[in-house]
């Protein structure tokens, strides 16, 4: 078990290589669907642009594309906003209580980044 651990420690780089190119074709495919799910849902017809059918897939597989970039900088952005609140939240309530070590720390540093004393 050990071994097989190791072996799969050891090929982390290069299944990440490979698994992220594949993450981005699969999730644009799944975006592709739930495009083309709505789109039947809410009875939008839509036609087929004009020109050649590699630009069409090209230009359509760009926008999914750009569907999950976006999808994933909201999550992202989510998750940043999230902790830096709830670290807000815990440094008001340490400033609350009467401060400690890590309200001390934390005024040492906006003073040095600021030039002002505390």
Not at 4 to 33: D, E, M
Request: proline share 3%; net charge positive; hydrophobic share 45%.
């Amino acid at each position: 078990m050990e071994e097989a651990l190791a072996r799969i420690t050891r090929a982390g780089r290069s299944v990440s290589v490979v698994a992220v190119p594949l993450f981005l074709w699969f999730s644009t495919r799944l975006f592709s669907g739930i495009r083309t799910a709505l789109n039947n849902i809410y009875a939008v017809s839509v036609r087929p642009p004009s020109g050649h059918f590699l630009v069409r897939y090209l230009r359509a597989k760009l926008r999914d594309l750009g569907m999950v970039l976006l999808t994933l900088v909201l999550f992202l952005s989510n998750t940043v906003l999230t902790t830096g609140l709830a670290l807000l939240q815990a440094y008001s309530r340490s400033l609350e209580s009467g401060g400690g070590w890590w309200s001390r720390r934390w005024s040492a540093g906006w003073a040095r980044c600021w030039g002002s004393s505390s």
